[in-house]
């Protein structure tokens, strides 16, 4: 069992910048960011597997850096040029199969930090 706890959120102006972390009590060989905004439907954010290779859903691209510290098994969110539609709960996901990930249906769940940002 693997617990994840996300923290970093708040409230920012549109193009401001914020950075979640993730702390994993475990290993796993692939985490990502999820997220869900009231009334949508929940969307991937950003994955980075065991060898440190990441993918990005295209609307993230050049705005959000996923990272990962081996060290402190902790995960990172870098986001950068925030917009009003990037306001959500955004939830830290673990999984060792990297397709339940992708599909949105890790084993592990965190609580979820809830970002906002305003225009």
């Known amino acids: 069992q693997v617990q994840l706890a996300e923290s970093g959120g708040g409230s920012v102006q549109a193009g401001g910048s914020l950075r979640l972390s993730c702390a994993a009590s475990g290993f796993t060989y692939c985490m990502g960011w999820f997220r869900q905004a009231p009334g949508k439907e929940r969307e991937g954010v950003a994955i980075i597997d065991s060898d440190g290779s990441t993918s990005y859903a295209d609307s993230m691209k050049g705005r959000f850096t996923i990272s990962k510290d081996n060290a402190k098994n902790t995960l990172y969110l870098q986001m950068n040029s925030l917009k009003p539609e990037d306001t959500a709960m955004y939830y830290c996901?673990?999984?060792?199969?990297?397709?339940?990930?992708?599909?949105?249906?890790?084993?592990?769940w965190g609580q979820g930090t809830q970002v906002t940002v305003s225009s």
């Open positions: 996901v673990a999984d060792n199969d990297r397709t339940r990930v992708v599909a949105g249906f890790s084993n592990y």
